[in-house]
């Protein structure tokens, strides 16, 4: 059954909804396609980030549970803060120790995303947070050719050189467009691996040192 009723889920939406959205809430799950590997691939090389899709039961749930945070927490900026990310950052906006993205570890967190893309079971979905604004062109919401470039040196750094010979084959990722985000106000980008052992993914997300606050 659906968590919102179908004739209403467009002026209820907690969040700018994609027309890819309005279809898949149209569809129930045994229509649905996951995303395999090949299509996340050339979803990204594309930049066609619009086109990326949740299963319609979770994507219900996901704008259900989007509704009652806000409600609950005035913004899932507020949620994120008090409940995901770093107590050590404090509140926007952000005094990161580096003014490069994902160059000091104190400034960013990765974590599992809570409310993955549907994408077939051998992958999985992250996030990485970052206190450190990442530039983007205002003309188009995308990022700038200097701001990717640091991006792409951490995800290799951080993701594809622990994976070792192969690495580079089963790490993608992205910065959805400014319009796409559904939580503008943290910095975050999207990573999606495959094939990756849980201890390796909780060696990822694990929490640091530095993310905690001194007794």
Not at 64 to 80: Q, R
Not at 121 to 147: F, L, Q, Y
Request: aromatic share 10%; glycine share 4%.
């Amino acid at each position: 059954m659906n968590d919102i009723p179908v004739n209403n889920v467009h002026e209820e939406a907690p969040f700018p909804l994609t027309e890819v959205d309005k279809w898949i809430l149209s569809l129930t799950d045994d229509e649905y396609q996951y995303h395999d590997w090949e299509d996340v691939k050339k979803i990204i090389a594309e930049n066609n980030l619009s086109v990326l899709k949740r299963k319609p039961s979770d994507l219900r749930r996901y704008m259900k549970w989007t509704a009652e945070t806000k409600a609950e927490y005035g913004s899932m900026t507020n949620y994120l803060m008090k409940n995901r990310l770093p107590r050590t950052w404090g509140s926007p906006p952000f005094r990161p120790a580096s003014t490069i993205p994902f160059d000091n570890p104190s400034d960013y967190r990765v974590l599992i995303n809570d409310w993955p893309y549907g994408l077939t079971p051998n992958m999985t979905h992250i996030v990485v947070w970052s206190r450190t604004a990442i530039e983007t062109d205002p003309k188009t919401g995308d990022m700038t050719p200097e701001s990717r470039s640091s991006v792409a040196n951490f995800v290799k750094r951080f993701f594809i050189d622990r994976l070792g010979p192969g690495g580079d084959n089963r790490v993608l990722w992205f910065k959805n467009w400014v319009a796409l985000q559904s939580v503008r106000a943290l910095e975050h980008i999207h990573v999606i691996v495959r094939d990756v052992e849980k201890d390796i993914l909780d060696e990822w997300t694990k929490e640091l040192d530095c993310h905690r606050l001194l007794n």
